[in-house]
């Protein structure tokens, strides 16, 4: 089967021409603080790269570094404070957290400058249909999937994982779009019988093949969310050629759903920062269209 490729580059394109021109019209510099495990490379290659796309729309990105062995109260203290100082727009938190600890706790309190929409508040205004700050690799998942003008109401969509940052705020989006969404768990009985009946399946696993090829509905959409290095240095996702064979869309890695979440990490930092200086802004609907 000849399957679409659902990159994501020209969407997140678009997305960053719509973000400078509302940095603009605000007349300020929306600045975001990332809290990361010192001495992890992961994070700080992934603070480097959003700090590159930042400064492309006029946003700036600060590196603030936490020791993963210290008290979950030291990292909380820490949030609070850069909640209160002036300039700070946004704030996120990278993983791996203090033994114990959730960026939901962690978080609570620092609600206006949560942009991955983690912490009590922003959950529950999702779950409720009306968000405000949407964790970015789901808002960006459900983007894609419209970008590239695949319906999603009346069809049958399994979400393959449930973490606070992907899968259950996706299945979220999912089903407030009118799909039929079933989320797929490590608790799921015959989870290869849910897949098989999906019209859409979302990998949000964080493990390659976690179902079989075999498992996907011939014609189905994949949506990728895995991120995974080979032992040859090469990137894959959670589904193999095999899978996208089988598939009739499916979002590469790497090109697919990266970008476009790397855009809306910066454009809810925008966002922020036009909530917080009273005024209204074009970015204020985090589930507005995102067409061609």
Known sequence: MDSQILEGKSAAAALRV?????????????????????????SQHYVRMITRSAAQCGVSVELRAFDVRAPIETLRSAV??????????????????????????????????DVEGLSPQHVGLLHAGRPC???????????????????????RAVVIGRSDIVGAPLAALLQQSGATVS?????????GAE???????????GQRDICRPEDI?????????????????????DFSAAHQARSSAYTPVPGGVGPLTTMCLIESVVRAA?????????????RRPCRP
Do not use: M, Y
């Not at 704030?91 to 114990?100: N, S």
């Not at 970015?136 to 009346?154: D, N, S, V």
């Not at 509905?217 to 996702?237: I, M, P, R, W």
């Open 18 to 42: 719509s973000v400078q021109a509302e940095v603009a019209r605000l007349g300020l510099q929306p600045r975001l603080v990332v809290f990361a495990p010192e001495d992890d490379e992961a």
């Open 217 to 237: 509905s011939v014609g189905a959409v994949l949506a990728d969310v895995g991120h995974h290095t080979l032992a040859d240095g090469s990137v894959s996702g």
């Open 80 to 113: 609070a404070q850069a909640a209160k100082e002036p300039g700070v727009n946004a704030i996120q938190i990278q993983k791996p957290l203090p033994k114990g600890a959730s960026a939901s706790l962690i978080l609570e309190g620092s609600e206006a400058r």
């Open 133 to 155: 700050f949407v964790p970015c690799t789901a808002l960006a998942t459900w983007r894609l999937l419209q970008w590239h003008g695949i319906p999603l109401e009346g069809r």
């Open 274 to 286: 036009a909530l917080q200086a009273g005024q209204g802004t074009v970015l204020a609907d985090p």
């Open 183 to 191: 989320v797929v768990h490590t608790r799921t009985r015959n989870p």
């Open 195 to 205: 897949v098989a009946r999906a019209e859409i399946v979302v990998s949000a696993a």
